[in-house]
Structures are given as structure tokens and as C-alpha cells.
């Protein structure tokens, strides 16, 4: 019998073409990958415009030298990296909910005054009718999704733009807060429970083991992923990088829960230390909208209809269910969001969620690298832009500013961010990615 393999040389040269082709085409997915050549190409992806969370790094790392070097006493004292987690909480939870919608190039203007709504459902139940605080959390929350429902709906099946779907509640929504508390008003939270989640502190030894078993979760999490993916021959990280991030995660967790179980206390006759346990509650929810966006199918479609719905649509998906659960989703997150402000101000009032809080919220996102044209961004975005937001704020505060300053360096800042999202985008529509 004669030897039955094949060369290429015995190949036509016409079918020679698409042997190669089809030799290569999944070769990016099984090649090797070093340091060197997932380095290359990193730089190859922020020259094409795909800059990720890089720009907000570089500005929380500048923001913290400023204000360092202006106010070195007092910046970086233990009560004031308490005070700058507690004041990104709410904003933070907005901001998740929003990464959610502008994934798919929309945008929801009633988010802000939703948590107000939300806020003040939950403050009138534990105050006005006497129901117990999972009563009226479960109520505030379950007010955030009909709003949602309502503002989906009316976007995906009624096909209203967003805008104008949104703003209309903007309005509307602050006459039902008005309505509920009263003109001039404003609604007590005292539930000890309600009031802890931004005013009071996890044992120290509780904080401790939070902040391990998630250093240790993630890390486990990570090196099984690059386990199976290498046992598989498909394309992973080198694991150096990999033993990296797991190292840089762990110490930022470790680091933040040193500072905060110091005593913060101003008198030495009490104690004040421990992580808010409104830290814990934000820690989950990243979690949560990570791995929905990272992990699930659902999160891959809301990035395929973010990035070219008429596709999405094409290829099977639902375009107009998950319009509607985007929706459902940020006034849900605004929901909590309206808990938490409720709980670190210890009372509703009917500007609750009104003013500069939406601002913030959509700031925190876009700032923290999540596109305003769709399809990019992840649910840490929420986290670094809020971190941001804070630091200015608090900063400035620090600094004696005015208000009208305030507001002049903070919309500085977001219109900054909304112009490098414009000229990365620009500059991936140009190198067709």
C-alpha cells in the first residue's frame, strides 16, 4: 500500500488558498501567548482607540496626588478614606445600573429621581405605616422595577426614544416624590438597620475575612479559568499576567481594609473603625453585573445589540426583550441606590435623587471608560468613576472651593472623558475595531 498522506504540494494551487485559510483561521485561538506578544498586543488595542479603564486609572491616580500635595494632613487622614467611600456609595450603585443601558447606547435621564421615589416608598412604609425594614426594601425595590418596566416598555415595543421616555418620567417621577412626602417636607429613616448600611461599621474581624476569602475567591476564579482554557489548547494569558492581576487585586483589598479597620476615631474615648457595610453591598453587586456581562449569554447579547442591534436582531436575539431588561436593571440599581442615600442622610426629602445626583451617576459611568455609543464597557467602570467622582468632590471640599467651582471642575471632567470616548471611537471605527 502506498503512503496515503498528502503535501500541499499535490494540492491544486487554487485549493492551496483556502487549506491555509483554513488552517489559520482559529489560529489566534490556539496560538501560544506570552508576556511579550499579550503586552504587543494590548498596545495594538489602546492604539486602535480601545483605551478601557486606562484614562480613569490615570486620573483617580493624578486626583489622589493633587489633593495629596494640597491638603497632606487631612486628604489621606484615616476619617477621610471612610468619608470618600461612603460619599461614592450611592452614586457608585447609580452608576451600575446606568454601565447596564449605555451598553446599549441609550440613556436613562429618570434614574436619579427614581431612587428618590424608591427612597421615600421605603421611608414612608418603616415610618408612616410601621412595616419592618425587608418590607419596605422589598417594596423600594420592587418600585424601581415597574418603573423600569414602564420605561423599557415604552422604549422597546412603543419605539419612544429613550430621551424623551425619560425625561417625561424626570419630571413626572419628582411629582410623585412630592406627592408622597409633601411640599417642604421631608421623611426620618431611623430603622437601625436601614441607617447602618452607610453609618455604621462591620467588625474588624468580619472585614478582615471578607476582604481574604474574596482575594483568595478571585484568585481561585482566575487560574481555573486559565486552566481551562490552557488544557484545552484555546488562546489564554500567560499566566504570569494572570498571578499579576490576582497580586494587584488582593493588595488593593488588603490595603482598603488595613485603612479602614484603623481607629478613626477624633476622641480617644471611643472607638470608630471597621469597613462600612455599604462597602460589602457594592463589592456584591460588582460582582453580580460582572459575571452577568462576563459569564452569561445574556450579557454577551446585550453587548451584540449594543454594538450592531440590527445584527443582533439577525442572528436571533431578542433585541427588544433586552432593551426592556436594561432598563429594568439600572431603576432596580436605582432602587438601592435610593436605600443607600436614604441610609447616609437618615432621612427622604423631595429633592432626593433630584439636583446633581444623575449627573454623577452617568459621570461615574462614562468616566469610568463605559461608551456613550454602546457596546463597550464593564461594570468596573461604575466603581472607578464613582471612586473619581468622590475624590474630586471630597477634595475640593477639603480645598474650601465654591460651589459654583465644584460644578464647573466636575462637568469639566465628565465633558473630558465624553471627548476621549468620542476620539476612541472615532479612531476604532478607522482601524475597524
Known amino acids: 500500500m502506498g503512503d496515503s498522506s498528502m503535501s500541499t504540494d499535490d494540492i491544486p494551487k487554487g485549493k492551496q488558498t483556502a487549506v491555509k485559510l483554513a488552517e489559520t483561521d482559529f489560529a489566534a485561538d490556539k496560538r501560544e501567548h506570552d508576556v511579550g506578544s499579550a503586552v504587543a498586543d494590548y498596545w495594538t488595542r489602546v492604539r486602535s482607540g480601545d483605551l478601557g479603564a486606562i484614562p480613569a486609572i490615570l486620573g483617580l491616580v493624578g486626583l489622589v496626588v493633587l489633593f495629596t500635595a494640597l491638603r497632606p494632613d487631612t486628604f489621606l487622614s484615616k476619617g477621610n478614606i471612610a468619608n470618600l467611600f461612603i460619599q461614592a456609595l450611592p452614586y457608585t450603585i447609580l ?106 461599621n462591620m467588625p474588624i474581624w468580619l472585614g478582615w475575612t471578607l476582604a481574604v476569602v474574596t482575594a483568595l475567591g478571585y484568585g481561585v476564579s482566575q487560574f481555573l479559568r486559565w486552566y481551562r482554557q490552557h488544557s484545552r489548547g484555546l488562546h489564554a494569558k500567560p499566566v504570569q499576567l494572570i498571578a499579576a492581576r490576582v497580586a494587584v ?144 468632590d471630597n477634595g475640593l471640599g477639603l480645598l474650601g472651593t465654591k460651589a459654583y467651582a465644584n460644578y464647573l471642575i466636575t462637568g469639566g471632567v465628565l465633558l473630558l472623558a465624553a471627548s476621549i470616548d468620542a476620539i476612541a471611537s472615532r479612531r476604532r471605527s478607522a482601524t475597524g475595531r
Not at 170 to 181: A, C, H, M, R
Open 95 to 200: 452608576a451600575l445600573g446606568l454601565v447596564f443601558v449605555l451598553l446599549l447606547g441609550e440613556i436613562d435621564l429618570s434614574a436619579g429621581v427614581a431612587s428618590g421615589v424608591c427612597g421615600a416608598v421605603m421611608a414612608k412604609l418603616i415610618t408612616d405605616s410601621g412595616q419592618p425594614w425587608y418590607v419596605a426594601v422589598l417594596a423600594a425595590v420592587v418600585t424601581g422595577v415597574v418603573i423600569g418596566s414602564v420605561i423599557g416598555w415604552l422604549v422597546a415595543w412603543v419605539r419612544i426614544p429613550s430621551f424623551v421616555v425619560t425625561l417625561a418620567l424626570f419630571l413626572g417621577l419628582q411629582g410623585v416624590t412630592l406627592k408622597l412626602i409633601g411640599e417642604g417636607g421631608t421623611v426620618p429613616v431611623r430603622d437601625d438597620v436601614i441607617v447602618a448600611i452607610a453609618n455604621k
Open 249 to 392: 487585586v488582593a493588595v488593593v483589598l488588603l490595603l482598603g481594609t488595613f485603612l479602614l479597620s484603623r481607629d478613626r476615631a477624633p476622641s480617644p474615648l471611643i472607638t470608630l473603625a471597621g469597613v462600612p457595610w455599604g462597602v460589602p453591598l457594592v463589592a456584591v453587586l460588582l460582582i453580580i453585573a460582572t459575571f452577568v456581562l462576563g459569564r452569561t449569554s445574556y450579557g454577551r447579547h446585550v453587548y451584540a445589540v449594543g454594538g450592531n442591534a440590527e445584527a443582533a436582531r439577525r442572528a436571533g436575539i431578542n433585541v427588544n426583550r433586552i432593551r426592556m431588561s436594561v432598563f429594568v436593571i439600572g431603576s432596580t440599581l436605582a432602587a438601592i441606590s435610593g436605600i443607600v442615600l436614604a441610609s447616609r442622610l437618615n432621612s427622604v426629602a423631595p429633592g432626593s435623587g433630584g439636583g446633581n445626583t444623575l449627573l454623577l451617576g452617568v459621570g461615574a459611568a462614562v468616566i469610568g471608560g463605559t461608551s456613550l455609543f454602546g457596546g463597550r464597557g464593564r461594570a468596573r467602570d461604575a466603581i472607578l468613576g464613582g471612586l473619581v467622582i468622590a475624590v474630586i
